[in-house]
Nanobody, 119 residues
Framework: VQLQASGGGLVQTGGSLRLSCAASGSNLILNIGGWYRQAPGLERELVARITRTSVDRATYGESVKGRFTVSRDNTGVYLQMNSLGPEDTAVYFC??????????????WGHGTLVTVSS
């Protein structure tokens, strides 16, 4: 399984971006999808995570609740970011736990995509 992250860029305060993390692979079931971010000088933090259950269950970091929405399907994980502020500037990384018939459940990380919010 390979992950391809996209959607980062430069946006003004109050703007929106949508990040996508496409997962390639056959017969893939995406159990958990998440986004983390790391700003300069800070540790990587959880932004949002969604778990496949009978009804997908999402959790969010406190700083993004009400502004960001995470979603997933068996092709990837997505992050809709609204009301962006300079504090959201960071490199965003996607993570999935995916199951395939050949590998079982494995964790994968995508490369980072930079989000810059100008004030």
């Amino acid at each position: 399984v390979q992950l391809q992250a996209s959607g980062g860029g430069l946006v003004q305060t109050g703007g929106s971006l949508r990040l996508s993390c496409a997962a390639s692979g056959s017969n893939l079931i995406l159990n958990i999808g998440g986004w983390y971010r790391q700003a300069p000088g800070l540790e990587r933090e959880l932004v949002a995570r969604i778990t496949r259950t009978s009804v997908d269950r999402a959790t969010y970091g406190e700083s993004v609740k009400g502004r960001f929405t995470v979603s997933r399907d068996n092709t990837g994980v997505y992050l809709q970011m609204n009301s962006l502020g300079p504090e959201d500037t960071a490199v965003y990384f996607c993570h999935i736990n995916a199951w395939t018939p050949t590998t079982g459940s494995v964790d994968y990380w995508g490369h980072g995509t930079l989000v810059t919010v100008s004030s």
